[in-house]
């Protein structure tokens, strides 16, 4: 079978997906949360639109933001490792709790922030595929708050053996998914959520709205790669001519130099005082004592 065109990894995929079916969503976050769908009261997502005009940005973030009875969460997918994820990670947490809070509102009004990031590369030393962070006292482990949140799950560390019991894995196992019969194996579990979010995977991905989504989202990363490549190409032509202009300035001046101590000899010979060759040569007097004494 032949490679997806368009996988569950696909940031443009994902929002719109996920957005435009929003129980499959609240499905999804009650598994990477582990909280009971039925127990969920309030779900709203507060950033689902998905302004094409800024596809072409290159810090546009398609991650959801929803408010999940008062705790607000924020999933992201990533499939490159630019670097620097966590810091990443912890600049995301800090703007959106700092960003929560009316002015006047009194601290205690914030809510729990937890960012959750599905990644499609290894990113800590360990074997688990699932690592949870909070903020902890150094010795006792003493829990510093429980509004500090991140959550990563490393999609490449998962099993290749579908636990069909395991959610959170049959889950993980749907954004890892490349070809059509990985999608099939995954379809022919039988699973209920699988079939449904394979189904909307499969409407969504045929409607034109989508394709021209996807479409400024890959044009967007060709312009990018093309202008980042032009930018390395003009840096390295800008340094052969730097070179050469610093190559050619520091030969006249060590030319100019080797006259002026030729000039500065003739001088001496003819017994001229030192401020006068000071003046003509515009050597240093250190430099024509040398002179002198050589």
Known sequence: MGKLKYTFKSDVLFKKLFVSYPELLKKL???????????IEKFEIRNSEIIPESLGKKFCRLDINMEIDGQFIDLEIQV???GNYPERTLYYWAREYSSI???????SKLPRTIIISIVAFELFPCEEYFSEFHALEATRYTLLTDKFNL???ELPKLSTNINTNNHLELWLSLFRVETEEELRKLEALEVPDMQQAIKA???ITVTPEFQELARLREKAGHDEAQALNKAKLDGKIEGRAEGRAEGRAEGRAEGQLERNIVIAKKLLEKNNSIEEIIDITGL?????TKLQNS
């Open 29 to 39: 976050v009650s598994v990477l949360l582990r909280i009971n769908y039925e127990d």
């Open 80 to 82: 490159v490792n630019d």
């Open 101 to 107: 809070l009316s002015e006047g509102e009194d601290y």
């Open 151 to 153: 959550i990563y799950f």
């Open 201 to 203: 995977y499969r409407h």
């Open 284 to 288: 240093s007097i250190e430099e024509i």
